[in-house]
């Protein structure tokens, strides 16, 4: 199967000095670098295989990380990106868990590196990701699932609009336990007025007056 059977994938978006791109094997060490500094802000959030966070986030570690991305895509299941600021990758965001047909939906994770948080990184990086899947990727619904307890996680989704749609008990395995999540989605419909969710973004993020 040839790389980019996947609608509207691989691609490259870019808004300011955000952007999104596709892995690369030179990614490792700075993919590694950003991972074990971000230990604390990242581990209590993500569903890991057991083992020191230092081997498991390793740069001989993201090689197989790419690898699974690269499959994962290949079958057009997925579309990973590496979400970089001033060209400097300091997170991740995923289409994943991608079904067509009559669904036409996908599911959305991300982190970013806590040395950048705040600066409207991510919002904009989950903007430019929602318009791609709802225009190139094909796709009509994203959703987007957070432990009731990831407040920052779960203010970017609401500044953005999404829609608080479920709450799922005893959800996923995470940090030892079955974690509870709080659900949100998001239609295409819902931005088609808005010009697209990064035209949203913006204007929420425009100096009133």
């Known amino acids: 199967m040839m790389f980019g059977v996947s ?19 030179s990614d490792a060490t700075a993919w590694a670098e950003v991972r074990r500094a971000n230990q604390e802000w990242l581990a209590p959030w993500e569903s890991s295989p057991p083992g020191p966070w230092a081997e498991l986030n390793s740069p001989s570690a993201f ?11 290949r079958r057009g299941e997925s579309m990973p990106f590496a979400v970089c600021f001033r060209g400097h990758l300091v997170g991740h965001l995923n289409l994943g868990n991608i079904v067509r047909r009559a669904f036409c939906s996908a599911y959305v994770g ?35 699932n957070i432990r009731p307890e990831n407040k920052p996680s779960r203010r970017v989704v609401e500044k953005l609009g999404f829609r608080e749609e479920a709450y799922h008990p005893r959800y996923m395995h995470i940090d030892g336990a079955w974690r509870d999540h709080i659900g949100y989605a998001m239609t295409s419909e819902e931005v088609a007025a808005d010009g697209g969710l990064l035209a949203r973004w913006h204007r929420l993020r425009a100096p009133a007056g």
């Not at 490259?12 to 892995?23: E, I, K, M």
């Not at 699974?68 to 895509?73: G, L």
């Not at 590196?113 to 990727?137: E, K, M, W």
């Open 110 to 144: 991300y982190w970013v590196d806590s040395r950048v948080a705040g600066q409207g990184i991510i919002p904009t990086a989950l903007a430019l990701a929602v318009d791609h899947a709802f225009g190139p990727g094909g796709l009509h619904r994203v959703e987007v």
């Open 63 to 73: 090689r197989y990380v790419h690898r699974d991305q690269r499959r994962s895509a």
């Open 7 to 25: 609608p509207g994938w691989p691609v490259v978006l870019v808004d300011g000095q955000v952007s999104l791109r596709p892995y690369r094997r």
